[in-house]
């Protein structure tokens, strides 16, 4: 469930996930009230301290527009953002979320409001929620487009493959990224050089998987690597994506802890392909979704990790498409809840001091339009207002009667700031809503 980040010291946030059924995931597509305008080269990253996936930048080349906006999804729409810094119109680049340090990282690209007049970059910038900042570390990759990167959550660190200056020249080289500056790294064996390939990182392997692209000298590709954090090992899965492709999309499905792979095209440029593919490590296996996205390159995938979906924007479909659409269980739910927690009921000021570590029960209780015996309670987890809280892992949960809903066995553990704790009420009632 999306993390809602309150600001009242005297409500704690509650986040929770449902089941998720054991169903075959399709894709679906939303209509959101506002969207980003049609584009592609752009690129997507999860933003998983603010709960939103992130969209930056892209091209239409039919207008000559090289963006420069930035817009959040939050499961249900598109919102524009107005930071006080942003990068110039930027397509092509690279991102990555850097859960370390709760940021987007961006870099490179094709730099220049006009499509038709751009340098290629080596910048680096950071989104914190709010505005976008440069960085200028001490070292860096020299600039490239079509590269790409991931967040390597097992070292903490982005990873960046490859890209170039452009066709047909490519760069084969590897670099992580700490925060603070750019590292290139040396491994004994190294995927052959090329650009707008695919890149995501399996959780479940704890390995980023690259697949295909457009390799140095203007060849096309379609192998399949893996970057252990000290080595590229090539891997010969029985099955692979039909021919080789560029400017394909993939994304890690931690719902169902696969690769997921769409779209791009071949060496013509037709078709622009419409299929989809998952990798478990081993195998690629095509699937034949009930409804899917047309045909399309340029594309971009990222996992919403707050609705347990794959969200897919834009690229060219022979236009420049402006739609969105998610890869995961159809629901009818909405995949946003907040819980807002009243600690002090009837009292005022309405706070509570949990400096000396003390503790208070909790139960979260069903509202009209929320039936919180659906919790899966292996999901639940306290935040609020930069406090430190937290739910002692080994608490139990069981039904609640009449009114339904859940209570916990043990308490909640908190700390929120140093102070004498005022007295907390036996079990603190939870109003549960859906947004």
Same mark, same amino acid.
């Given at each position: 469930m999306r993390f809602s980040k309150l600001l009242s010291t005297s409500v704690i946030g509650l986040t929770f996930a449902l089941p998720v059924p054991a169903q075959e995931p399709t894709w679906t597509q939303k209509l959101p009230a506002a969207s980003p305008q049609g584009r592609y080269a752009h690129h997507m990253a999860y933003d998983a301290a603010r709960g939103q996936v992130v969209l930056f930048g892209g091209a239409d080349t039919i207008?000559?527009?090289n963006f420069h906006d930035t817009w959040v999804w939050d499961g249900a729409n598109w919102t524009q953002k107005s930071p006080s810094t942003s990068p110039s119109g930027t397509g092509s680049q690279a991102m990555a979320y850097d859960a370390a340090r709760q940021q987007v990282v961006m870099f490179g690209g094709a730099v220049g409001d006009n499509v038709f007049n751009t340098v290629i970059s080596s910048d680096t910038w950071v989104w914190d929620g709010t505005t976008w900042t440069q960085r200028?570390?001490?070292n860096s990759p020299s600039p490239r487009l079509g590269a790409a990167m991931v967040y390597d959550p097992v070292r903490q660190q982005v990873v960046l493959f490859g890209g170039g200056p452009g066709s047909p020249e490519s760069f084969g080289d590897t670099w992580v990224w700490d925060g603070n500056n750019w590292t290139q790294k040396f491994p004994?064996?190294?995927p052959p050089a090329r650009s707008n390939f695919g890149f995501a990182f399996d959780v479940a392997r704890g390995q980023a998987v690259l697949y295909a692209g457009r390799g140095d000298? $203007?060849?096309?590709?379609? $192998?399949?690597?893996?970057w252990d954090g000290t080595n590229w090992t090539q891997k010969f899965p029985a099955t692979i994506p039909t021919t080789p492709r560029a400017l394909h999309r993939m994304a890690y499905d931690a719902s169902r802890q696969q690769v997921v792979l769409f779209g791009g095209h071949g060496p013509s440029n037709d078709p622009l392909y419409d299929d989809t593919w998952v990798w478990d490590g081993v195998n690629w296996t095509q699937k034949f979704p009930a409804s899917s996205p047309s045909g399309r390159t340029g594309h971009t995938l990222a996992f919403d990790e707050a609705c347990a979906e794959i969200v897919l924007f834009g690229g060219f479909t022979g236009s420049f498409a402006d739609d969105t659409w998610v890869w995961g269980v159809p629901s009818t739910d909405p995949c946003v809840i907040r819980v807002e927690i009243d600690i002090k009921p009837d009292s005022f000021p309405n706070s509570i001091n949990l400096g000396s570590g003390g503790t208070v029960p909790v139960a979260i209780f069903s509202s009209p339009s929320f039936d919180a015996r659906t919790i899966d309670p292996l999901t639940v987890s306290l935040a609020g207002g930069g406090h430190n809280c937290s739910l002692a892992r080994e608490n139990?949960?069981?039904n609640l009667r009449p009114r339904g809903g859940l209570r916990l066995n043990s308490p909640v553990i908190g700390r929120v700031s140093k102070g004498s704790q005022s007295s907390a009420p036996s079990v603190f009632i939870l109003e549960s809503r859906v947004l």
């Open positions: 207008t000559g527009t200028f570390p001490a004994a064996t190294s000298g $203007d060849t096309w590709l379609n $192998d399949t690597w893996v139990l949960w069981q």
